[in-house]
């Protein structure tokens, strides 16, 4: 009932919304990074917060007929969203923060719905990809490959996971329950990032979370997820 009278809202208000005009890029996001998500991760300090983005993708995972095993992580694949500009002067941050990757996950497979309500907010931003990056024949490196940022040259983070904490329980489950996947700290410890970027917090996630063993699982497969990414790099 709550949804569908949302997703009726969704529709007649996109409408309408398309035509207004692009705010101009935050100047910098200095109000927001004071908002950053709190938890057990060691905090950004030193650094400055450059991207705000919510990832709305997959987590992929891979079985190989053992039904006991658990399953192997194969990396994500996410589009990036810009909602860090218009969150920098928004009165309502405070509580949006912790609502936008749980309402974008329910609305994300139905991407009419999900695309009216980026518009709406004003997240509708498309700033680039995340992806895992090949590096060998068994280590990849998450990456967020922000190539529709108008900066040269634009901002790639390639970073590895230095902390991991459990996502808080009041996080979105997942479409199907599967669970919130872990927030994270990952640092770029190659120096293989580009564009005034060198650490990323993977927090506020929602879904993607693997089954605890791969009874019943492809040999492949994909668990849909939304997390907030905070971008930092050097204080300029
Ligand atoms: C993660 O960070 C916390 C502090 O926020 C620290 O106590 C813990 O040892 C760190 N874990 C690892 C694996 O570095
Ligand atoms: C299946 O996975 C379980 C748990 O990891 C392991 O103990 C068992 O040896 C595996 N079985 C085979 C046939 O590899
Ligand atoms: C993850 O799944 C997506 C969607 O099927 C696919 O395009 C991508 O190549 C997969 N990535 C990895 C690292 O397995």
Not at 5 to 23: D, H
Not at 159 to 166: E, I, L, R, W
Not at 192 to 197: D, E, H, I, R, Y
Not at 219 to 233: I, K, L, N, R
Request: aromatic letters at 10%; charged letters at 15%; glycine letters at 8%.
């Amino acid at each position: 009932m709550l949804f569908s009278s949302l997703a009726t809202a969704l529709v007649l208000l996109t409408s309408s919304v398309s035509a207004l005009p692009k705010p101009p890029p935050a100047a910098n996001l200095d109000s927001l990074a004071a908002r950053y998500p709190k938890s057990d991760l060691p905090a950004p300090d030193g650094l400055q917060l450059k991207y705000v983005l919510l990832g709305v993708g997959t987590q992929n995972y891979t079985c190989n007929g053992n039904e006991t095993a658990a399953p192997g992580t194969t990396g994500a694949v996410a589009k990036l969203y810009d909602i860090g500009t218009r969150l920098n002067r928004d009165p309502l941050a405070p509580w949006k923060i912790s609502s936008i990757s749980g309402l974008a996950l329910s609305l994300s497979s139905f991407p009419n719905l999900l695309e009216g309500y980026l518009m709406l907010e004003g997240y509708n931003e498309w700033m680039g990809n995340h992806f895992f990056t090949p590096m060998d024949a068994t280590t990849s490196l998450p990456t967020f490959y922000l190539d529709h940022v108008k900066a040269t040259p634009f901002p790639i983070a390639m970073v590895s996971k230095k902390n991991a904490t459990d996502a808080p329980k009041s996080a979105c489950p997942g479409t199907k329950n599967e669970g919130a996947i872990q927030w994270l700290q990952l640092v770029d410890e190659k120096g293989l990032s580009a564009g005034g970027v060198n650490t990323v917090y993977r927090v506020e996630t929602a879904g993607g979370n693997k089954p605890a063993v791969c009874k019943d699982q492809k040999a492949t497969f994909e668990v849909p997820y939304t997390a907030q990414y905070w971008v930092y790099g050097p204080k300029a």
